[in-house]
Structure formats: C-alpha cells, structure tokens
Nanobody, 116 residues
Framework: QVQLVESGGGLVQPGGSLRLSCAAS????????MGWYRQAPGKQRELVAR???????DYADSVKGRFTISTDNAKHMVYLQMNSPKPEDTAVYYC??????????WGQGTQVTVSS
C-alpha cells in the first residue's frame, strides 16, 4: 500500500505562484510514475504533469511553460511548482502514484483557487 498526502493548496492571485507538495509513504519500491491531476467542478479529472522514476516528464498543454513537476527521492516528496496561474487552473489537485504492477494510488486532494 502507498499513502499520499497533498499540501500547499490555497488562494493565489493570477500571475502569482504556488507550490504543491505530496508526501509519499508505504511500499514505494514498485512506484515508477508520480503525477499531479486536477478536477474542476463539473469536469473530469485530468492530467496536469507526471514524472517517471527515470526523470522523464510529461505536461498538459495548458500548463506547459508555467508548471514544473519535481521530486525529492530522499524525502519521498513530489512537488508541483505553479507559476503564473490562471483562473482556469482553479481545481482540486490530486497526487497520484502508479506502480510497475499496475496499481494506482491517489491522495485526498488539495484545493487551489486562482482569483484576484
């Protein structure tokens, strides 16, 4: 089992910055992909960014050049640096872990609201 706990959400002004954190614990040896997803009201959950154990990254087109995903493997942390957020980035952000054996784990989510 893997446990994921997100933090760092809140209210941010358009053009500001915010960093989300995800603390991972449990059986992490089989985890090969970590990611951030988001879900806005009335919309489906969607990929924001993900990173593989080799350090390869993938971003949604809507956040490329503004958001950066990173990890601190020693601390079992995953981060999402959000620069120049827009009102349309408002959503609940979820941390996700995928294992090589096909298991998927989710955190409880953290609300991000972009508004002036």
């Amino acid at each position: 089992q893997v446990q994921l706990v997100e933090s760092g959400g809140g209210l941010v002004q358009p053009g500001g910055s915010l960093r989300l954190s995800c603390a991972a614990s449990g059986s992490l040896s089989t985890i090969n992909v970590m990611g951030w997803y988001r879900q806005a009201p009335g919309k489906q959950r969607e990929l924001v960014a993900r990173i593989t154990s080799e350090g390869n990254t993938d971003y949604a087109d809507s956040v490329k050049g503004r958001f950066t995903i990173s990890t601190d493997n020693a601390k079992h942390m995953v981060y999402l640096q959000m620069n120049s957020p827009k009102p349309e980035d408002t959503a609940v952000y979820y941390c996700r872990a995928d294992s090589v054996v096909g298991s998927t784990y989710w955190g409880q989510g953290t609300q991000v609201t972009v508004s002036s």
